[in-house]
T-cell receptor, first 114, second 113 residues
Framework: NAGVMQNPRHLVRRRGQEARLRCSPMKGHSHVYWYRQLPEEGLKFMVYLQKENIIDESGMPKERFSAEFPKEGPSILRIQQVVRGDSAAYFC????????????FGPGTRLTVL | DAKTTQPPSMDCAEGRAANLPCNHSTISGNEYVYWYRQIHSQGPQYIIHGLKNNETNEMASLIITEDRKSSTLILPHATLRDTAVYYCIVRAISSGSARQLTFGSGTQLTVLP
Protein backbone atom coordinates (compact mmCIF):
# COMPACT_ATOMS: atom_id res chain seq x y z
CA ASN A 1 0.00 0.00 0.00
CA ALA A 2 3.01 2.29 0.14
CA GLY A 3 2.54 5.39 -1.95
CA VAL A 4 -1.25 5.87 -1.96
CA MET A 5 -2.06 8.63 0.49
CA GLN A 6 -5.43 9.46 1.94
CA ASN A 7 -6.28 12.32 4.24
CA PRO A 8 -7.57 12.90 6.67
CA ARG A 9 -7.32 9.45 8.22
CA HIS A 10 -10.17 10.23 10.59
CA LEU A 11 -12.90 12.78 10.04
CA VAL A 12 -15.72 13.72 12.38
CA ARG A 13 -18.66 15.71 11.09
CA ARG A 14 -22.03 16.69 12.47
CA ARG A 15 -25.18 15.96 10.52
CA GLY A 16 -25.65 18.48 7.74
CA GLN A 17 -21.98 19.38 7.35
CA GLU A 18 -19.79 18.64 4.35
CA ALA A 19 -17.04 16.03 4.23
CA ARG A 20 -14.10 16.20 1.83
CA LEU A 21 -11.90 13.15 1.48
CA ARG A 22 -8.66 13.31 -0.47
CA CYS A 23 -6.68 10.63 -2.27
CA SER A 24 -3.22 11.15 -3.69
CA PRO A 25 -2.29 8.36 -6.13
CA MET A 26 0.99 6.58 -6.40
CA LYS A 27 3.42 8.23 -8.76
CA GLY A 28 2.52 7.44 -12.34
CA HIS A 29 -1.00 6.28 -11.52
CA SER A 30 -3.70 8.10 -13.42
CA HIS A 31 -6.75 6.01 -12.44
CA VAL A 32 -8.56 6.24 -9.12
CA TYR A 33 -11.31 4.09 -7.64
CA TRP A 34 -13.29 4.98 -4.53
CA TYR A 35 -14.84 2.28 -2.34
CA ARG A 36 -16.94 2.51 0.80
CA GLN A 37 -16.95 0.01 3.65
CA LEU A 38 -19.85 0.24 6.04
CA PRO A 39 -19.34 -1.22 9.53
CA GLU A 40 -19.09 -5.02 9.45
CA GLU A 41 -19.55 -5.13 5.68
CA GLY A 42 -17.38 -5.64 2.61
CA LEU A 43 -16.10 -2.91 0.35
CA LYS A 44 -18.50 -1.51 -2.22
CA PHE A 45 -17.44 0.27 -5.38
CA MET A 46 -18.50 3.90 -5.69
CA VAL A 47 -16.78 5.63 -8.59
CA TYR A 48 -13.91 5.25 -11.06
CA LEU A 49 -12.07 8.28 -12.40
CA GLN A 50 -9.24 9.10 -14.69
CA LYS A 51 -7.61 12.50 -14.77
CA GLU A 52 -10.37 15.06 -15.35
CA ASN A 53 -12.91 12.38 -16.29
CA ILE A 54 -15.49 10.31 -14.45
CA ILE A 55 -15.49 6.92 -16.15
CA ASP A 56 -17.99 4.98 -14.05
CA GLU A 57 -20.10 6.36 -11.21
CA SER A 58 -22.59 3.51 -11.07
CA GLY A 59 -21.92 2.92 -7.38
CA MET A 60 -22.37 6.49 -6.23
CA PRO A 61 -25.49 7.47 -4.31
CA LYS A 62 -27.62 9.70 -6.52
CA GLU A 63 -27.59 12.68 -4.18
CA ARG A 64 -25.07 14.46 -1.98
CA PHE A 65 -22.03 12.55 -3.26
CA SER A 66 -19.61 13.77 -5.92
CA ALA A 67 -16.06 13.00 -6.96
CA GLU A 68 -13.39 14.63 -9.02
CA PHE A 69 -9.83 13.97 -10.12
CA PRO A 70 -8.37 17.20 -11.46
CA LYS A 71 -5.40 17.50 -13.75
CA GLU A 72 -3.31 18.64 -10.80
CA GLY A 73 -3.75 17.55 -7.21
CA PRO A 74 -5.51 14.74 -5.42
CA SER A 75 -8.81 13.07 -6.18
CA ILE A 76 -11.56 14.35 -3.91
CA LEU A 77 -14.70 12.58 -2.73
CA ARG A 78 -17.19 15.12 -1.47
CA ILE A 79 -20.21 14.34 0.66
CA GLN A 80 -22.65 17.17 1.22
CA GLN A 81 -25.10 17.37 4.12
CA VAL A 82 -23.78 14.24 5.77
CA VAL A 83 -26.13 11.88 7.61
CA ARG A 84 -25.34 9.21 10.20
CA GLY A 85 -25.63 6.50 7.54
CA ASP A 86 -22.58 8.00 5.79
CA SER A 87 -20.38 6.87 8.69
CA ALA A 88 -17.98 4.39 7.11
CA ALA A 89 -14.43 3.80 5.97
CA TYR A 90 -13.73 5.24 2.55
CA PHE A 91 -10.86 3.75 0.59
CA CYS A 92 -9.32 4.85 -2.65
CA UNK A 93 -7.30 2.61 -4.92
CA UNK A 94 -5.07 3.72 -7.74
CA UNK A 95 -3.95 1.95 -10.87
CA UNK A 96 -1.58 2.52 -13.70
CA UNK A 97 -2.16 1.69 -17.33
CA UNK A 98 -5.55 0.62 -18.61
CA UNK A 99 -7.28 0.44 -15.28
CA UNK A 100 -7.45 -3.34 -15.22
CA UNK A 101 -4.14 -3.72 -13.48
CA UNK A 102 -3.56 -4.45 -9.83
CA UNK A 103 -5.20 -1.88 -7.57
CA UNK A 104 -3.14 -0.32 -4.80
CA PHE A 105 -5.27 0.79 -1.88
CA GLY A 106 -4.73 3.68 0.48
CA PRO A 107 -5.12 3.42 4.26
CA GLY A 108 -8.62 4.82 4.17
CA THR A 109 -10.51 7.70 5.76
CA ARG A 110 -12.83 6.85 8.63
CA LEU A 111 -15.79 9.20 8.61
CA THR A 112 -17.90 9.49 11.71
CA VAL A 113 -21.10 11.50 11.57
CA LEU A 114 -22.41 12.62 14.93
CA ASP B 1 -18.31 -10.92 -12.94
CA ALA B 2 -18.89 -14.42 -11.58
CA LYS B 3 -19.87 -14.87 -7.95
CA THR B 4 -17.56 -16.49 -5.45
CA THR B 5 -18.22 -18.53 -2.33
CA GLN B 6 -15.78 -18.65 0.58
CA PRO B 7 -16.03 -20.07 4.10
CA PRO B 8 -16.67 -17.26 6.57
CA SER B 9 -13.81 -18.15 8.88
CA MET B 10 -10.78 -20.41 9.27
CA ASP B 11 -8.06 -20.95 11.85
CA CYS B 12 -4.49 -21.91 11.19
CA ALA B 13 -1.56 -22.65 13.50
CA GLU B 14 1.40 -20.34 13.23
CA GLY B 15 4.09 -21.78 10.98
CA ARG B 16 1.71 -24.12 9.21
CA ALA B 17 0.33 -23.70 5.71
CA ALA B 18 -2.99 -21.89 5.41
CA ASN B 19 -5.19 -23.16 2.60
CA LEU B 20 -8.09 -20.86 1.76
CA PRO B 21 -10.68 -22.27 -0.66
CA CYS B 22 -12.89 -20.38 -3.08
CA ASN B 23 -15.68 -21.65 -5.31
CA HIS B 24 -16.43 -19.83 -8.55
CA SER B 25 -18.47 -22.36 -10.50
CA THR B 26 -19.89 -19.80 -12.96
CA ILE B 27 -16.54 -18.37 -13.98
CA SER B 28 -16.20 -17.42 -17.65
CA GLY B 29 -13.27 -18.10 -19.91
CA ASN B 30 -12.00 -14.52 -19.82
CA GLU B 31 -12.27 -14.10 -16.05
CA TYR B 32 -9.28 -14.10 -13.75
CA VAL B 33 -9.19 -15.12 -10.10
CA TYR B 34 -7.79 -12.43 -7.81
CA TRP B 35 -6.98 -12.58 -4.12
CA TYR B 36 -6.79 -9.57 -1.84
CA ARG B 37 -6.59 -9.41 1.92
CA GLN B 38 -7.57 -6.78 4.45
CA ILE B 39 -5.79 -6.65 7.74
CA HIS B 40 -7.98 -5.08 10.39
CA SER B 41 -8.73 -1.40 9.69
CA GLN B 42 -6.25 -1.21 6.81
CA GLY B 43 -6.76 -0.88 3.07
CA PRO B 44 -6.97 -4.12 1.07
CA GLN B 45 -3.70 -5.55 -0.19
CA TYR B 46 -3.25 -7.37 -3.47
CA ILE B 47 -1.88 -10.91 -3.08
CA ILE B 48 -1.95 -12.77 -6.36
CA HIS B 49 -4.05 -13.47 -9.43
CA GLY B 50 -4.27 -16.12 -12.15
CA LEU B 51 -6.25 -17.31 -15.15
CA LYS B 52 -5.81 -21.08 -15.36
CA ASN B 53 -2.24 -21.93 -14.50
CA ASN B 54 -1.03 -22.16 -10.94
CA GLU B 55 0.79 -19.04 -9.80
CA THR B 56 3.34 -18.35 -7.09
CA ASN B 57 4.88 -15.17 -5.78
CA GLU B 58 6.68 -14.09 -2.64
CA MET B 59 3.46 -13.95 -0.67
CA ALA B 60 1.45 -16.97 -1.70
CA SER B 61 0.56 -19.66 -4.21
CA LEU B 62 -2.65 -19.90 -6.16
CA ILE B 63 -3.92 -23.29 -7.25
CA ILE B 64 -6.75 -23.26 -9.81
CA THR B 65 -8.55 -26.49 -10.64
CA GLU B 66 -8.49 -27.73 -14.21
CA ASP B 67 -12.16 -26.89 -14.73
CA ARG B 68 -11.50 -23.46 -13.13
CA LYS B 69 -14.57 -23.79 -10.92
CA SER B 70 -12.58 -23.46 -7.72
CA SER B 71 -9.24 -22.31 -6.44
CA THR B 72 -7.12 -22.38 -3.30
CA LEU B 73 -4.86 -19.68 -1.93
CA ILE B 74 -1.93 -21.12 -0.02
CA LEU B 75 0.11 -19.19 2.51
CA PRO B 76 3.00 -21.63 2.99
CA HIS B 77 4.11 -20.60 6.47
CA ALA B 78 1.43 -18.53 8.16
CA THR B 79 2.46 -15.92 10.73
CA LEU B 80 0.38 -13.94 13.18
CA ARG B 81 0.58 -10.98 10.80
CA ASP B 82 -1.33 -12.99 8.21
CA THR B 83 -4.47 -12.74 10.32
CA ALA B 84 -6.86 -10.89 8.01
CA VAL B 85 -9.98 -11.15 5.87
CA TYR B 86 -9.11 -12.78 2.56
CA TYR B 87 -11.19 -11.95 -0.51
CA CYS B 88 -11.43 -14.12 -3.60
CA ILE B 89 -12.59 -12.02 -6.57
CA VAL B 90 -13.38 -13.10 -10.10
CA ARG B 91 -12.84 -10.41 -12.65
CA ALA B 92 -12.83 -10.09 -16.42
CA ILE B 93 -10.02 -8.12 -18.00
CA SER B 94 -11.33 -7.14 -21.37
CA SER B 95 -12.52 -4.02 -23.08
CA GLY B 96 -16.01 -3.16 -21.94
CA SER B 97 -16.01 -5.17 -18.74
CA ALA B 98 -16.30 -3.48 -15.39
CA ARG B 99 -12.96 -2.48 -13.99
CA GLN B 100 -13.85 -2.20 -10.35
CA LEU B 101 -13.35 -5.01 -7.85
CA THR B 102 -16.46 -6.68 -6.42
CA PHE B 103 -15.77 -7.74 -2.86
CA GLY B 104 -17.79 -10.46 -1.18
CA SER B 105 -17.74 -11.36 2.49
CA GLY B 106 -14.36 -13.06 2.36
CA THR B 107 -12.79 -15.52 4.81
CA GLN B 108 -11.59 -14.34 8.19
CA LEU B 109 -8.30 -16.18 8.69
CA THR B 110 -7.04 -16.27 12.25
CA VAL B 111 -3.49 -17.49 12.76
CA LEU B 112 -3.12 -18.95 16.22
CA PRO B 113 0.14 -18.92 18.21
Amino acid sequence: NAGVMQNPRHLVRRRGQEARLRCSPMKGHSHVYWYRQLPEEGLKFMVYLQKENIIDESGMPKERFSAEFPKEGPSILRIQQVVRGDSAAYFCATVTGTGYNEQFFGPGTRLTVL
Amino acid sequence: DAKTTQPPSMDCAEGRAANLPCNHSTISGNEYVYWYRQIHSQGPQYIIHGLKNNETNEMASLIITEDRKSSTLILPHATLRDTAVYYCIVRAISSGSARQLTFGSGTQLTVLP
